[in-house]
C-alpha cells in the first residue's frame, strides 16, 4: 500500500508569511492528489486536485505543485482564515482514497 | 447547491451496530460519474476513509474496516447508508459523508459530519 507523510506536522506562522506544507508519497502517484482544508468542527474543504488545480471558489493564494512522488501545497500570504489543518489525499486508487496525517497552522 | 446530511443516533452501546444514514439533496445520487464516501475522524485525530459505493451498488472498502462494514445505498431515497456491527470505543469518531469525484478530482461535497459516541 502507498503511505503519506506529511511536513511538518505543525507550523506557527504570521499573517502575511508564505507557508508551505510538503506531501510525500511512499511511490509515485503521477498527480493523483488533492489537498484539504479543515478548521475546528467543520467538514474538510477541497482546494487542489490533480496536485494543481485550484478548486473553484478557492482564492488563489492557495497553489499545489508537484508530481510523482513529492507534493506543496503553498499559501502565498497567510490570511486569519487560512490558520487551520491541512491534509493531502492520494486518490490514485480511486475510489479507495487514503489521506495524510495532516499538518496544522496555527498562529504565531 | 448540492448538500449532504448525515442522521442516525450519536450514542451506541458497545457491541452493537452503528447505522448511518447520508441523504444527498439537490442532485441525484444516480450518476456514475461519482462515488459516495464515508469518512470518519475520531476526536483530536486524522480522516480516515471507510468506503465508497457507486448508485449501482458498487462498494469499496478500507481493508482495515472491510470485515466490519457495509455500505448501501437507496436510489429511490437519494441516500446511501453505513453499518459497523460490534462497535468498540475505538469506533467513536465524527462520520462524514461526501461525493467523490472522478479520477483525481477529489471530494467537493461534504456533510456537516455526526458525532457518534460509542459507550455503556
Known amino acids: 500500500d502507498i503511505q503519506l507523510t506529511q511536513s511538518p506536522s505543525f507550523l506557527s506562522a504570521s499573517v502575511g508569511d508564505r507557508v508551505t506544507i510538503t506531501c510525500r508519497a511512499s511511490?509515485?502517484?503521477?498527480?493523483?492528489l488533492a489537498w484539504y482544508q479543515q478548521k475546528p468542527g467543520k467538514a474538510p474543504k477541497l482546494l487542489i486536485y490533480?496536485?494543481?488545480t485550484l478548486q473553484s471558489g478557492v482564492p488563489s493564494r492557495f497553489r499545489g505543485s508537484g508530481s510523482g512522488a513529492e507534493f506543496t501545497l503553498t499559501i502565498s500570504s497567510l490570511q486569519p482564515d487560512d490558520f487551520a489543518t491541512y491534509y493531502c489525499?492520494?486518490?490514485?486508487?480511486?475510489?479507495?482514497?487514503?489521506f495524510g496525517p495532516g499538518t496544522k497552522v496555527d498562529i504565531k | 447547491q448540492l448538500q449532504l446530511q448525515e442522521s442516525g443516533p450519536g450514542l451506541v452501546k458497545p457491541s452493537e451496530t452503528l447505522s448511518l444514514i447520508c441523504t444527498v439533496s439537490?442532485?441525484?445520487?444516480?450518476?456514475?460519474?461519482?462515488?459516495w464516501g464515508w469518512i470518519r475522524q475520531p476526536p483530536g485525530k486524522g480522516l480516515e476513509w471507510i468506503g465508497s459505493?457507486?448508485?449501482?451498488?458498487?462498494?469499496y472498502y478500507n481493508p482495515s474496516l472491510s470485515s466490519r462494514v457495509t455500505m448501501s445505498v437507496d436510489t429511490s431515497k437519494n441516500q446511501f447508508s453505513l453499518k459497523v456491527p460490534s462497535v468498540t470505543a475505538a469506533d467513536t469518531a465524527i462520520y462524514y459523508c461526501?461525493?467523490?469525484?472522478?479520477?483525481?478530482?477529489?471530494?467537493?461535497?461534504w456533510g456537516q459530519g455526526a458525532l457518534v459516541t460509542v459507550s455503556s
Open positions: 490533480s496536485a494543481s
Open positions: 439537490g442532485g441525484s445520487i444516480s450518476s456514475s460519474s461519482y462515488y
Open positions: 461526501a461525493r467523490l469525484r472522478g479520477g483525481a478530482a477529489g471530494s467537493d461535497y
Open positions: 511511490q509515485g502517484i503521477a498527480s493523483y
Open positions: 459505493i457507486s448508485y449501482s451498488g458498487n462498494t
Open positions: 489525499q492520494l486518490l490514485n486508487s480511486h475510489p479507495r482514497i487514503t
